[in-house]
Nanobody
């Protein structure tokens, strides 16, 4: 059973930055894709950023609301896929989830989420 765990959430003031990490129990290069999603209270879960074809082209895509502020990246040394979030605003407050798609089988696994709160 592949396991996924998010880390790095917390409380941040508006304008600040946070770095979330998504760790898995298998090498990230055995993954096809990793996506970061978020769900705010009373709202549906939405895709924030994703990287696909991790072992090759590693193409990335972002929600319009975070373009230019958030960056998704692979870290081979740490075996994580990270989400760097800059210029945070209260609208970014949500639980952030990592979803992985295993290469080949395309099995999907979700993490339990990490809370991000942006408030002064």
């Amino acid at each position: 059973q592949v396991q996924v765990a998010e880390a790095g959430g917390g409380l941040m003031q508006p304008g600040g930055s946070l770095r979330l990490s998504c760790a898995t129990s298998i090498t990230i290069f055995d993954l096809y894709a990793v996506g970061w999603y978020r769900q705010a209270p009373g709202r549906e879960r939405e895709l924030v950023a994703e990287v696909v074809d991790i072992a090759n082209t590693a193409n990335t895509d972002y929600a319009d609301s975070v373009k230019g502020r958030f960056t998704i990246s692979r870290d081979k040394a740490e075996n994580t896929v990270n989400l760097l979030m800059n210029s945070l605003s209260p609208d970014d407050t949500a639980i952030y989830y990592c979803k992985i798609v295993v290469r080949g089988s395309r099995v999907t696994v979700w993490g339990r989420g990490t809370q991000v709160t942006v408030s002064s």
